[in-house]
């Protein structure tokens, strides 16, 4: 579709008209209106940017990507460098950047250094419906400014979910309806005979596709599935079917690299049916064109935080109605379409109507750290558009001041000062401070550490290749845990020659393995503002004593024959995928604590007992004292 056909597009006049006689608009329409891409271009070809840049923030690192693609492309002005995109760890912007196109998160970070934004003329919150807690701050954030800069122009950019709150936050604000030119989307009910039953429901999505490819329907296919597991089941069973030659059977999910999660928008090939299947990826943030069916499991994997044990749960649970609806509209864009639930009406019927908010059901701990780096100490009195439970800010604060990070009247110690120069959470930036402070000679091991927790894991597990991914994931084995193994394979991984090759024979993602070595030199940059020089080579006690002190909440000490306790959880259990899994140290630190079908502990290592008070004193008081109590039933357990 050409932009000029796009509705936003034309509603052009009403949106500039509207921006300019108000600080803040609302423009809420169905996904695929062309909100994204079209909105900074109306207002850079309006002279919105001839006294600012307009920044756009995007919640997800591929939506910024292919929202900067694709307004560079389209710019009339023969200059597609006045558009760049900026996220954690990577910079495509320079002095000429007029639209400039971000990770909500870096908005954040710019904030820390300059609270008026001065450089923006316009900021454009996109996906807001989504209201993540990173886009809820900024929109708290961006509220100081108004009242400070009259000058200052917001525009929130929202699907068809609950725009009023919006407004109703800015002052009665208004909002832009736009209508978008949606085709009719028939709604189908068929749930597998047992709903529950991940198998059940993969063979119904096959009798669904096969009966599309069997009635030559026009268009191609889209199917919601919770995760990455899910979806490569999906494409081997799809690929096993009598028609599988007919059908272009493509990936979608965070994991992949930019250029294979591009894939989806290349158009179907001659011949071919397009059968993309994502997670809820796919839901708000890209837009495919030509897809006619959409096959909905109406289920997502949703992270909830416990502000009273530390401890998160990536759980695969029902979506709510509102996420349903966003999933049916991706048919019916470019003719009539239809919507396979699997799952009943009534079903349907009882589900929440809108997601519950991020702010709810996340650790706020980096949040909070933001807000006293730039002076705000009444954290519960902050103007967020949800309010977050008394409970979360307790738990966040807490958190802070265990890392030493605050003082007793919320003000940012040195250590926490230190740890605010780092874009991770704050438990990844505790780990560098000490290694600064205290454990010189293994800052280079803890950066690596660090870029390993803080994204996702590069341990591959084909379906049918998993003991041989095992195996070779074996080869990086070492007595002194995950910790160590970790730093074998990215010195093994930087020194081969052939990177790819080498990933492939060990069953690991080459991307994240990529991602991972950026990571770490960003890092080393940061460290090296600081004027501290980078050492490595010191020993494994310095390593994880370092690693320790920012984990220090996932430190645990054995309380059963293969169970742990740390200071507020019981019954954890070493995660298989550890090189510590039925070792059962005495002590040991994790990376992660998570909840699943059990409380695991990810990413293991085993210390010392006589670690334990230079870790923390807290730890050796409450571990030491409690372990001299031990009955002689829990003494018995451990035998």
């Known amino acids: 579709m050409e932009p000029k056909d796009l509705p936003v597009y034309k509603q052009k006049d009403k949106i500039t008209r509207a921006l300019s006689e108000n600080q803040v608009i609302v423009v809420e329409s169905p ?31 591929i939506a910024a990507v292919s929202v900067c693609d694709y307004i560079a492309k389209h710019l009339n002005s023969g200059q597609p460098e006045i558009v760049g995109y900026k996220m954690r760890f990577e910079d495509r912007t320079d002095f000429s950047t007029r639209i400039k196109i971000m990770t909500d998160g870096i908005l954040l970070q710019e904030i820390k250094s300059d609270r008026l934004l001065s ?23 961006l509220k100081e400014v108004l009242e400070k800069r009259p000058e200052f122009k917001v525009v929130i950019s929202s699907a068809t979910i609950n725009p009023e709150i919006f407004s109703e936050y800015f002052g009665e604000c208004p909002i832009i309806h736009i209508e978008s030119m949606i085709y009719p989307v028939g709604i189908v009910y068929d749930p597998p005979i047992v709903e529950s039953d991940h198998e059940a429901l993969l063979h119904k999505i096959a009798e669904i596709v096969s009966r599309i490819v069997n009635e030559r329907r026009e268009g191609d296919i889209l199917i919601f599935l919770p995760g990455e597991r899910n979806i490569k089941e999906c494409i081997s069973l799809l690929s096993s079917l009598p028609f599988s030659k007919k059908l272009w059977i493509l990936p979608l999910y965070g994991r992949l690299s930019k250029d294979e999660q591009e894939r989806v928008f290349i ?39 416990n502000p009273r044990t530390f401890t998160s749960s990536l759980v695969e649970s029902p979506i709510s109605r509102a996420s349903c609806n966003q999933r049916k509209g991706r048919a019916g864009r470019t003719q009539p379409g239809t919507c396979y639930r699997l799952y009943s009406k009534n079903d349907f019927e009882k589900r929440a109507l809108f997601t519950t908010e991020e702010i709810y059901r996340t ?50 110690t040195d250590i926490g000062k230190m740890m605010a120069h780092f874009p ?34 590069p341990f591959l597990l084909p379906q049918g290749e998993e003991l041989a991914a095992r195996r070779a994931h074996h080869k990086f084995r070492d007595p ?20 790819k090759r080498f990933c492939e024979k060990h069953y690991l993602d080459h991307r994240i393995m990529g991602e991972i070595v950026n990571i770490k030199e960003q890092l080393e940059e940061l460290v090296g503002e600081l004027g501290v020089p980078i050492q490595s080579g010191g020993s494994v006690k310095d390593y994880l004593c370092a690693v320790a002190t ?19 959880t019981e019954k954890i259990h070493i995660h298989p995928g550890s090189v510590m899994f039925r070792e059962n140290p005495p002590f040991i630190v994790a990376g992660e604590i998570v909840k699943t079908t059990r409380t695991f502990a990810r990413s293991v290592s085993p210390l010392k007992k006589d670690w334990l008070p230079e870790i923390s004193p807290i730890l050796s008081g409450n571990f030491l004292k409690r372990d001299k109590r031990k009955t002689a039933q829990e003494k018995r357990e451990e035998e």
Do not use: W
């Not at 179907?268 to 959409?294: L, Q, R």
């Not at 909070?368 to 439970?389: H, W």
């Not at 966040?396 to 919320?410: G, H, S, V």
């Not at 920012?550 to 507020?568: A, D, E, I, K």
């Open 31 to 61: 996904t695929g209106s062309g909100k994204t891409t079209q909105i900074p271009i109306i207002l850079h070809y309006a002279g919105f940017a001839d006294s600012g840049i307009i920044g756009v923030t995007q919640p997800r690192r």
């Open 119 to 141: 450089r923006y003329n316009v900021i454009m919150v996109d996906e807001a419906h989504e209201r993540s807690l990173n886009i809820d701050f900024i929109l708290g954030l």
């Open 267 to 305: 158009p179907t090939p001659p011949g071919k049916i397009k059968v993309v299947i994502a997670t809820n990826i796919a839901e708000t943030s890209v837009t495919i064109d030509g897809i006619t069916s959409v096959i909905d499991s109406g289920l997502a994997k949703i992270n909830n935080y």
């Open 363 to 412: 650790d706020l701990s980096e949040v909070v750290l933001r807000m006293a780096e730039i002076g705000i100490t009444d954290f519960e009195s902050f103007d967020f558009i949800s309010p977050p439970g008394k409970q979360g800010i307790i738990s966040a604060i807490e958190t802070l001041r265990l890392l030493d990070a605050i003082d007793e009247d919320r003000n940012l």
């Open 424 to 457: 991770l959470i704050p438990r990844l930036s505790r780990m560098l401070v000490e290694a600064i402070y205290s454990y010189p000679e293994v800052i280079e091991e803890v950066t690596i550490a660090a870029a390993f927790l803080s994204t996702n894991s």
């Open 480 to 499: 002194a845990g995950d910790f160590i193994s970790y730093l074998k394979i990215f010195r093994t991984f930087k020194s081969s020659e052939n990177k």
């Open 550 to 568: 920012g984990l220090m909440q996932f430190v645990c000490v054995r309380s059963g024959r293969s169970t742990y306790r740390n200071l507020t």
